[in-house]
């Protein structure tokens, strides 16, 4: 079946500690995006990647990294300079339905600093 | 700029009851789209519906229909007949045609609760 793996789904981390979460997709396709789940927030975008070996930073970038070297994998690493970490992250990768984006998310992963 | 307001943080509601979500938005393009999403608690988003500014017939899917009113920025959701798999946070979201951006701006969500 074709989806979006995120892994793990729950992690724990002190801080001070850099943490990557990982992104897999079977859907082939171009773009994938990071967002940030928070309680009241909504989805708030992260980082976003077009295509492979590039990426751009979507509206809270700060303190987070990212790398594009495989169509199929999008990791967001949450380093020690995110100064409020713990959270629901969220992958996606985009299709394109007559025209317009639609995004297929993966299961999330639970970051909680300790 | 573009904004995406779910007033509604919580509903609940008896089984079998309608309820709908209300999404109002702001755009300053005449081309967008808007959606809607839902987050049962497994955490996934799945997507439900999908409408461009253009088109304002109202859809109905089996127990779920939208109504898209440009006059008034909004584009709300309507379960009939509730059931308990209902129960999930729903977000709306726009986003601008695609040769304009490359995002989606979601509301807040609201958490919906069905009750046997």
């Known amino acids: 079946d074709g989806g979006i793996t995120q892994s793990p789904k729950y992690l724990f981390r002190k801080e001070g500690q850099n943490v990557t979460l990982s992104c897999e997709q079977n859907l082939n396709h171009d773009a994938m995006y990071w967002y940030r789940q928070d309680p009241g927030q909504g989805l708030r975008l992260i980082y976003y990647?077009?295509?492979?070996?590039?990426?751009q930073k979507g509206d809270i970038a700060e303190g987070y990294s990212v790398s594009r070297e495989k169509k199929e994998s999008f990791p967001l690493t949450v380093t020690s300079a995110q100064k409020n970490p713990t959270a629901f992250y969220l992958c996606a990768s985009k299709t394109t339905l007559s025209g317009a984006n639609v995004l297929t998310f993966g299961a999330g992963s639970r970051l909680t600093v300790l | 700029a573009q904004k995406v307001t779910q007033a509604q943080t919580e509903i609940s509601v008896v089984e079998k009851e309608d309820v709908t979500l209300d999404c109002v938005y702001e755009t300053r393009d005449t081309t967008y789209y808007l959606f809607w999403y839902k987050q049962p608690p497994s955490g996934e988003l799945v997507f439900l519906i999908r409408?461009?500014?253009?088109?304002?017939q109202n859809e109905i899917s089996g127990r779920y229909s939208w109504n898209f009113q440009k006059s008034t920025s909004s584009f709300n959701f309507t379960i009939t007949a509730s059931q308990v798999v209902d129960s999930a946070v729903y977000f709306c979201a726009l986003s601008e045609a695609p040769y304009n951006t490359d995002k989606l701006i979601f509301g807040t969500g609201t958490r919906l609760q069905v009750f046997p």
């Open positions: 990647s077009q295509i492979v070996n590039d990426f």
């Open positions: 409408r461009n500014s253009f088109d304002e």
